[in-house]
């Protein structure tokens, strides 16, 4: 095997293709990047869980003093009311410690945010002067011990109180005990306190409070108590804990009234009638949180790539029949391992770019419509579920592909791995996020028949499952006959983006059919007057269903990535840079279509020749763009100060270069020893010609 494959034409411009990675806040990422790059801000491997939130505490100040962190806060409080190139900056921050980038997250991302996103004018000049200064540093009581990803059910209450005027925050049991909060254990003065609000005997769903909880000195005020997470399995800069409240009184007015109020007299009153719509409007408002975290996995991914990818190819190992040994990079299995990630980290890219436009047209006020506003939660719900898993896979798959050297704490392969293992269930368990996007997908489905009663949607969509299966059951006979065991022909199809667009839909749309009715056909025996017979038998199919439904969900998040992919390459005007992103872009379609190929078989979307076809052609694929993929990871703009990894600084190729040189230098010099297998060879082929010189006399 040859050191290097011959480089094909064309090439990328490394510049262009990183200027559309960075996007529309390429401004405020770099300037995110620089401030990553200072050694103040950067992870000590091996210190002490104390040490580390000290110090983590003390970058939150150098943040301050940089004005990183304004940038979401309206103008005349000292902020720049720019929302995008807020989450844009913040992504960026994983690069400098996690600890630093949740933690701060905390702070201005949450604990802020619900203030002014939930807060009114008064509690603005109030609070948020000191909350971004850090004078008043706060926690994020939303999720509870017993209630996770369920917020509308949880146990902690706050009841109104008419003859003073003021809220009692309580937690009843153990199972409302606030957790998993960052500022809770040390350094939070204050909370922003999630609890059900009662007032005149009547539960009006949860309510956001401001609630202190500690003297500027650190001591838990009357009522409060605090207990510490201890060591976690990453982020352990942040200080984890819990917080309960015994009886807590609070001023009426420190309800964060934007879309709920209570009156002195205890009448409550809110511009949105509907419960339920209250609820879920309040809990988007602070969806930047997902929005951050897609982001900032996606940040991970190409960190671990440029890393993996520079060190594969320097490192060498097992002679190649050049005489020296193989590239890691130029095998085969390794190409495997990392490329198709290459294509993925792309393609979350470009998917992020697309969420965070269209949240910063919701917050800026230009796109803020209730439509954009439930697309951009189901965007949200879409993207960090896949982001945040791919950052595991890509992070793990690189460490082994760096083997020891991987799992050395310096190269940041294993440390990155650590603390971004919960961003999978913080901000939202993953399965559950896919399961809202899912009942979306169910939702806008049912839209299509709206008007039509339930017969008609039955036979609608039996119709249209069955036209596709005897439609493609069809094609996929033809497919074989047509393709004649050619790669080339049987793929030629599927290499056009339209095709490659139209089956991933098609998947999307026929398992959501498929769910559709099965939901439809539960209750089908069920009389109407049996309510509660209806209810259970819906609750039954809904939990039968919810694999399902959850994987149709991630294949429609799928086809999303690739959308955006697609179009971030048609934005893109140089030949050779749109012609290498296209052949990536097909890597990842067609990826997505080997790993989902038993639905495609089974369903008879493609037959089994193109199924092989396809294969062979993504090992095509991955071979020709081995040769691009050290610049498509320098296309990600990620400099030796914001890597810090020692094996992606070029010190193999230093180590492998000094090893040849040695070698050649004592071949030249004779000193070098002969092998005993060329000795034997040697000794072999003597003896063959003392026979051959003794046969011939």
């Known amino acids: 095997m040859s050191d290097t494959t011959s480089q094909p034409e064309p090439r990328i411009k490394v510049d262009t293709v990183s200027d559309a990675l960075l996007g529309k806040w390429k401004k405020e990422r770099l300037e995110s990047r620089a401030l990553a790059a200072d050694p103040r801000l950067h992870t000590i491997n091996g210190q002490s869980m104390d040490e580390h939130r000290a110090r983590v505490m003390e970058q939150l100040g150098i943040l301050v003093e940089h004005g990183a962190i304004q940038r979401a806060y309206p103008g005349d409080l000292g902020g720049s009311d720019n929302h995008g190139g807020n989450i844009a900056a913040f992504q ?51 999720t509870e011990i017993g209630h996770g990803s369920d917020v509308a059910s949880v146990g902690t209450t706050a009841t109104y109180d008419p003859e003073t005027e003021e809220f009692e925050i309580h937690t009843p049991f153990t199972g409302a005990w606030k957790e998993f909060l960052g500022n809770a254990a040390l350094h939070g003065q204050a909370a ?21 909880i500690r003297t500027p000195q650190g001591d838990l005020l009357p009522g409060v108590g605090a207990e510490d997470d201890g060591v976690k399995g990453g982020l352990n800069g942040i200080d984890n804990g819990r917080l309960h409240f015994s009886h807590v009184r609070i001023p009426r007015t420190n309800l964060l009234n934007r879309y709920g109020d209570v009156a002195a007299d205890g009448t409550y009153s809110s511009s949105i009638e509907s419960p339920g719509r209250r609820f879920f409007t309040m809990i988007g408002t ?42 890691l990079l130029d095998y085969g299995q390794h190409q495997r391992r990392l490329i198709p990630r290459l294509a993925q980290t792309y393609a979350m890219a470009f998917a992020d770019e697309r969420l965070l436009t269209v949240f910063d047209e919701v917050f800026s006020g230009v796109g803020d419509t209730d439509e954009n506003r439930e697309d951009l939660e189901t965007l949200a719900a879409a993207f960090k579920p896949l982001s945040t898993w791919a950052a595991l896979d890509t992070l793990q798959e690189a460490r ?27 901000e939202g368990d993953n399965n559950v996020l896919l399961q809202l996007v899912g009942k979306r997908l169910l939702t806008d489905y049912a839209k299509q028949f709206a008007g039509g009663d339930k017969a008609a949607l039955a036979k609608a969509a039996a119709s249209q499952l069955g036209d596709r299966v005897s439609r493609f059951g069809l094609r996929q006979l033809g497919q074989s006959i047509a393709d004649l065991g050619r790669v080339s022909r049987s793929v030629e199809s599927m290499r056009s983006p339209e095709s490659q667009r139209e089956l991933l839909t098609d998947r999307v749309e026929t398992m959501v059919s498929e769910i559709a009715v099965a939901l439809r056909d539960a209750t089908k025996n069920v009389p ?14 809904f939990n039968a269903q919810q694999h399902k439904l959850i994987e149709a969900a991630r294949a429609h998040a799928e086809l999303l990535q690739w959308e955006a992919f697609t179009d971030g390459i048609a934005q893109i005007s140089d030949p050779g840079s749109k012609q290498v992103l296209t052949w ?78 040695y070698v050649e230098a004592a071949q030249a010099a004779g000193t070098w020893p002969v092998h005993e297998k060329e000795l034997r060879k040697r000794a072999q082929q003597e003896e063959r010609a003392r026979q051959r010189a003794s046969a011939t006399v």
């Open 400 to 426: 082994e592909a760096c083997g020891g050297a991987g799992f050395i704490a310096k190269n940041r392969l294993v440390g990155l791995r650590a603390d971004l293992d919960i961003y999978v269930t913080f």
């Open 92 to 142: 960026e921050l994983v690069l400098a410690d996690p600890s630093l980038q949740i933690k701060s997250g905390v702070q201005w991302g949450l604990f802020g945010a619900a203030i002014l996103h939930l807060g009114t004018r008064p509690h603005h000049e109030q609070w948020l002067p000191d909350v971004m200064s850090l004078k008043l540093p706060g926690a994020f009581a939303m």
């Open 192 to 212: 922003v306190v999630f609890a059900q609000l009662i007032t005149r005997g009547v539960n009006h769903g949860v309510h956001a409070f401001f609630v202190p």
């Open 286 to 327: 602070l969806v930047q949180g997902r929005v951050s975290l897609d982001g900032s996995a996606v940040r991970a991914m190409q960190a671990a790539l440029a890393i993996a990818i520079r060190y594969g190819s320097e490192r060498r190992q097992f002679p190649g029949a050049s005489g020296r040994e193989t590239v």
């Open 584 to 661: 990536l872009r097909d890597l990842f379609g067609l990826g997505l279509i080997e790993r989902n190929a038993a639905w495609y078989l089974v369903q008879g979307r493609i037959s089994g020749q193109r199924a092989e076809a396809v294969t062979a052609y993504i090992d095509r694929l991955i071979g020709r763009l081995r040769g691009h993929a050290l610049d498509l990871v320098d296309a990600f703009g990620l400099t030796p100060e914001t890597l810090r990894a020692e094996i992606a600084t070029g010190i193999e190729a230093e180590r492998q270069d000094e090893a040849h040189a």
């Open 528 to 541: 109407k007057s049996d309510a509660r017979g209806r209810a259970a038998a819906n609750e039954d199919a």
